[in-house]
């Protein structure tokens, strides 16, 4: 199956910093997806990117499909953007399949 | 309007009981899927519907697992005689088709004592 990897698994800035998240694909896709998780657990959606470039707000995101690739940008963070954020793809008619995730700490 | 929405949002469950978890999703998508959480990890996929149908089941761990969705909306994961490595968030997703955005409930979160 796919494997998803996510870079990096965790990452310090203190707030107004400016970070870029990296998700690996291994096979083509057709859905690609960010989300962050909040400390309540909710899944919240940043992203539906299976290609190109979206912005919004301090977020944006880009795919790059022929290479496997996806990166997340967030910019002037804020210590509400702590988190954990997820990179998970999928191909026709299947289950988004998650990668580790990359916890985010944000601090005053 | 109304996202996914997921019952109890929390269940404590002596070893050997039945759970059942509900999952509402948004109204008018097609597919459904269920997905376990475990601490410190990605959500990993237990089963898939569209609209009433069950179209893979691959994940369920095992045979005291089983999802239903009779009428095409609501949708219940049973997990009968709990084990402690049930202990988990079970999330519940929706989208309009399986191929495009799927949206997540809030979760449940399972802890078998």
């Known amino acids: 199956g796919i494997q998803v990897e996510q870079s990096p698994p965790d990452l310090i800035l203190q707030e107004g910093a400016n970070s870029t998240l990296r998700c690996n694909f291994s096979d083509s896709v057709n859905n690609l997806q960010w989300f962050h998780q909040n400390p309540w657990g909710q899944l919240i959606n940043l992203f539906y990117?299976?290609?190109g470039t979206k912005q919004n707000g301090r977020l944006s995101a880009t795919t790059v499909a022929t290479e496997r690739y996806s990166l997340l940008y967030i910019s002037s963070s804020q210590t509400t953007d702590s988190g954990v954020y997820f990179c998970a793809v999928n191909q026709a008619g299947t289950a988004l399949i998650f990668g580790k995730g990359t916890t985010l700490s944000v601090s005053s | 309007g109304a996202g996914v929405s997921q019952s109890p949002r929390y269940k404590v469950a002596k070893r050997g009981q039945d759970v059942a978890l509900r999952c509402d999703p948004i109204s008018g998508h097609v597919s459904l899927f269920w997905y376990q959480q475990a601490l410190g990890q990605g959500p990993e996929f237990l089963t898939y519907?569209?609209?009433?149908?069950?179209?893979?089941k691959s994940g369920l761990p095992s045979d005291r697992f089983f999802a239903e969705r009779p009428e095409g909306s609501v949708s219940t994961l049973k997990i009968q005689r709990t084990q402690q490595e049930d202990s988990a968030v079970y999330l519940c997703?929706?989208?309009?088709?399986?191929?495009?955005?799927?949206?997540f409930g809030p979760g449940t979160r399972l802890t078998v004592t």
């Open positions: 519907f569209q609209n009433e149908a069950q179209l893979d």
């Open positions: 997703a929706s989208s309009l088709v399986s191929t495009i955005e799927q949206y």
């Open positions: 990117i299976p290609s």
